[in-house]
């Protein structure tokens, strides 16, 4: 942006040329992040606005019609409490991100055992996995593997991935994660430990991979709500791997599965 503006008369700046103020700012990176601010509250207003348009609908209708049919009652509740739920894992998943954006620069120091994080991630998903025929798979190193990190926010990330590795690989299919020490990861440079959660699903056409993890974005918004997903897990997967200095992957082919790594410095 360039501004210009007459000279004040009681300053005399020595100009030869008649005197004009010209102020030159970059504005672009701030406007940049205002639209994606916009965007993003628009966004959480349409995501909240669904689920809270079907329930409006819902009680009208209860309030008419259905006041005296219990087997729609019992039905339309039943639609009522899984949109209700649909809206408490939004604002879970919203208070999730701004609270990992705002701690994106500290560095957590405490030591922890990603063993153990693994197997607190795959215990919370194992029931999700057994309704729906998935089989989750543990290999690799087993016993402790030290890293530096947050255990609760390192045990968000792997749930989020096992679950969309449940979610979108297929009933009956399988989520493997498996644990690989690297010596010395070049990116990193340093020893670290790599995480692979790979399922069999049905893949990712190439062209989504870049904005994958950007919020709100889902290759299929039906299937995606469908799942009962908000479109927020890849983003807080990818603030909370790096704010632990680590560096996520995704590898995908469309029909034949996914593989996500995090790799995280080891100590
Ligand atoms: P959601 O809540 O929609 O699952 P995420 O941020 O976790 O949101 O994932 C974003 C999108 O990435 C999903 O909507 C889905 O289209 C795609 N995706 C994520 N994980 C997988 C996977 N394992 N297999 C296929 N597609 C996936």
């Not at 996995?129 to 255990?151: H, Q």
Request: net charge neutral; proline share 5%.
């Amino acid at each position: 942006v360039v501004t210009t503006a007459p000279l004040p008369a009681d300053q005399d700046m020595n100009l030869p040329y008649g005197g004009a103020m010209v102020t030159i700012e970059d504005v672009t990176a701030l406007e940049d992040a205002e639209a994606m601010r916009r965007d993003f509250v628009a966004n959480v207003s349409h995501e909240l606005r669904t689920p809270l348009t079907a329930l409006m609908g819902f009680i009208e209708t209860l309030r008419g019609n259905a006041r005296d049919d219990p087997a729609a009652r019992d039905r339309f509740l039943g639609i009522m409490e899984r949109e209700a739920a649909r809206m408490n894992r939004l604002v879970g998943d919203l208070l999730s991100l701004s609270r990992v954006e705002a701690e994106e620069r500290r560095v957590p120091t405490t030591e922890v055992d990603l063993s153990a994080v693994l197997k607190g991630a795959m215990q919370t998903l194992a029931p999700t996995a057994e309704t729906r025929g998935v089989a989750l798979l543990r290999e690799g190193e087993t016993g402790r593997l030290p890293v530096r990190g947050d255990p609760d926010q390192l045990t968000q990330v792997f749930a989020n991935l096992i679950e969309n590795g449940i979610k979108y690989g297929g009933s009956g299919g399988e989520v493997r994660i498996t644990v690989t020490r690297v010596a010395h990861e070049p990116v990193l440079r340093g020893p670290a430990l790599r995480v692979e959660v790979a399922d069999k699903g049905e893949g990712i056409d190439e062209i989504h991979l870049p904005r994958l993890t950007e919020r709100f974005y889902r290759v299929d918004t039906h299937r995606s709500r469908e799942q009962g997903g908000t479109g927020l897990g890849l983003a807080i997967v990818k603030h909370i791997v790096s704010r632990h200095r680590g560096r996520l992957k995704i590898d995908s082919r469309k029909g034949e599965g996914s593989r996500f790594v995090i790799v995280l410095p080891a100590l």
